[in-house]
Nanobody
Framework: VQLVESGGGMVQPGGSLRFSCAAS????????MSWVRQAPGKGPEWVSA????????YYADSVKGRFTISRDNAKNTLYLQMNSLKPEDTALYYC??????????WGQGTQVTVSS
């Protein structure tokens, strides 16, 4: 199983970023997928999940209405569109195989820093 995130960076408050997660080594379309983040000095926080077909999505209250999760099973890729970013969104973001709080494999993470 390999999960490789990309798309992190530094952005000003109110800005946007889009992550991608390239999956390999397993049948991507058969698994729910999640995004998880870890802020400095804090434990992991589940952010969002999507079911196998992409028709059902779930969000933590802290990002609801600002983040959008999606997937392209033909490309074995998971996405996270993040809008209206806040300083408290600063964290290392991970792609994870599995649904909310049920993930078993994580990627290496991609850093997001929201700062003016």
């Amino acid at each position: 199983v390999q999960l490789v995130e990309s798309g992190g960076g530094m952005v000003q408050p109110g800005g946007s970023l889009r992550f991608s997660c390239a999956a390999s080594g397993f049948t991507f379309s058969s698994y729910d997928m999640s995004w998880v983040r870890q802020a400095p000095g804090k434990g992991p926080e589940w952010v969002s999940a999507i079911n196998t077909g992409g028709g059902s999505t779930y969000y933590a209250d802290s990002v609801k209405g600002r983040f959008t999760i999606s997937r392209d099973n033909a490309k074995n890729t998971l996405y996270l569109q993040m809008n209206s970013l806040k300083p408290e969104d600063t964290a290392l973001y991970y792609c994870a195989r599995g649904g909310a709080e049920e993930y078993d494999y994580w990627g290496q993470g991609t850093q997001v820093t929201v700062s003016s």
